[in-house]
């Protein structure tokens, strides 16, 4: 049986956006009663409170989903990505592949070229860090001599690359054209590893 809370949120998820009042009269409990859930809902980062002007007087508030409380809800992402890759796959060799994986990388690093611009070796790979953390991956650098070593240990994409290896693609390609650097995979989650690790070789390639 949902809980009164997960009632307010699917409340809000059918009206869009709902009042006090509204929420009140659809879950069967008094305003008073109602306002405690919201706000408790709010400290939890799942609804946002949005002010409705009618006519003078004082706004009114209503309140709707956030990012993160519509996450709650199931969705079918994965899947859809699966099958999109399994169309794409049919249809294109494994070069096209690799060489579409690489251009959505090289777009990523051009979004932050400005940024990039000037940035000795160690604070691109700073920048990397920020950079892959918005893309869902989370990530340490190390250098011990003149090894450096990048290691991942969240992959947004690990359960499609169970079925779709070529995803590992992305975040390679765009460790090396983020750092303008060689880049070697050795080691893999999809391979037994508990982590992805890069070796960062520091030689900067020349720029045709």
Not at 8 to 15: A, C, D, G, P, T
Not at 34 to 55: M, N, P, S, T
Not at 126 to 144: H, K, P, S, Y
Not at 169 to 197: P, S
């Amino acid at each position: 049986m949902a809980s009164t809370r997960d009632q307010v949120l699917n409340e809000i998820k059918v009206l869009g956006q709902a009042s006090v009042a509204e929420l009140a009269e659809r879950v069967g409990l008094t305003a008073v009663a109602v306002r405690h859930h919201v706000a408790a809902l709010q400290a939890e980062g799942l609804l946002k409170a949005i002010e409705i002007r009618h006519g003078v007087g004082r706004p009114s508030l209503h309140y709707s989903l956030t990012d993160t409380a519509r996450e709650r809800y199931p969705t079918r992402y994965v899947e859809f990505s699966e099958r999109l890759l399994d169309e794409l796959k049919s249809m294109l060799p494994a070069e096209a592949l690799e060489q579409m994986f690489n251009r959505i990388a090289e777009g990523i690093a051009a979004q932050h070229q400005a940024e990039l611009s000037g940035q000795s070796l160690s604070e691109r790979l700073d920048t990397l860090v920020g950079i892959l953390g918005r893309e869902g991956f989370a990530t340490r650098w190390n250098q011990t001599g003149e090894s450096i070593a990048l290691s991942e240990y969240n992959c947004p994409y690990v359960r499609i690359g169970q079925r779709h290896p070529e995803v590992c693609q992305l975040d390679e390609a765009i460790i090396r054209h983020v750092l303008a650097v060689d880049v070697e995979k050795t080691h893999c989650v999809l391979q037994g590893g508990g982590h992805c690790e890069f070796l960062i070789r520091p030689a900067i390639k020349p720029t045709s």
